[in-house]
């Protein structure tokens, strides 16, 4: 059973840093892309960050040089650093894994960025 676990949301004040993690099971972790996208109340899925199986990266213009992805396969397991968090920030974050032929989503974890 594949199982992708987020953690780490939390009420934050404008301005502070949250690190988000995802752990995975039932999947060849090191063969995934892995990324994080987000939603906000009565707004659409968006992409906020991915990571490759080679560990390139890409950012949603919104959050580049803020946010940082990072994986770690040996504890299969892909991070979110949020710096500089802003209102607009606020939002369910969801852990994905991506293959050639199987695509994975985690639950999600809220973040709220509020003073």
């Known amino acids: 059973q594949v199982q992708l676990v987020e953690s780490g949301g939390a009420l934050v004040q404008p301005g502070g840093s949250l690190r988000l993690s995802c752990v995975a099971s039932g999947i060849f972790f090191s063969r995934f892309g892995m990324g994080w996208y987000r939603q906000a109340p009565g707004k659409q899925r968006e992409l906020v960050a991915t990571i490759t199986t080679d560990d390139r990266t890409n950012y949603a213009d919104s959050v580049k040089g803020r946010f940082t992805v990072s994986r770690d396969n040996a504890k299969r397991t892909v991070y979110l650093q949020m710096n500089s968090l802003k209102p607009e920030d606020t939002a369910v974050y969801f852990c994905?894994?991506?293959?050639?032929?199987?695509?994975?989503w985690g639950k999600g974890t809220l973040v709220t960025v509020s003073s």
């Open positions: 994905n894994a991506q293959s050639q032929f199987r695509e994975f």
